[in-house]
């Protein structure tokens, strides 16, 4: 059994950044990992992943201000936030799918306000 542990939300103004984490609790690097996220109000949508070859992808509304990463060392990934906007506010849940199974981490709240 994996267990995802996401930390590194909080509150942030319009423009900052802020940087997310996942880590899991044993080697999951034959997995996908990736964040989804919800917004108040609204369905739940994948944001961005990073398969095991460190291939990288994203929703359209993050593009070029999101960037998604992992370091299979540490079995774990990041979410590099910047350009933050008040529609990114939501809970953000660490994620990750593959031949290992299917995880998701306990979410952590992002919110951007001025």
């Known amino acids: 059994q994996v267990q995802l542990m996401g930390s590194g939300g909080g509150w942030v103004q319009p423009g900052g950044s802020l940087t997310l984490s996942c880590a899991a609790t044993?080697?999951?690097?034959?997995?996908?990992m990736g964040w989804s996220r919800q917004g108040p109000g609204k369905e739940r949508e994948l944001v961005a992943s990073v398969s095991a070859s460190g291939s990288a992808s994203y929703a359209n509304s993050v593009k070029g201000r999101f960037t998604v990463s992992r370091d299979h060392a540490k079995n774990t990934a990041y979410l590099q936030m910047n350009s933050l906007k008040p529609e990114d506010t939501a809970v953000y849940y660490c994620v990750s799918v593959g031949p290992l199974g299917h995880y998701w981490g306990q979410g952590t709240q992002v919110t951007v306000s001025s």
């Open positions: 044993r080697n999951i690097s034959r997995n996908d």
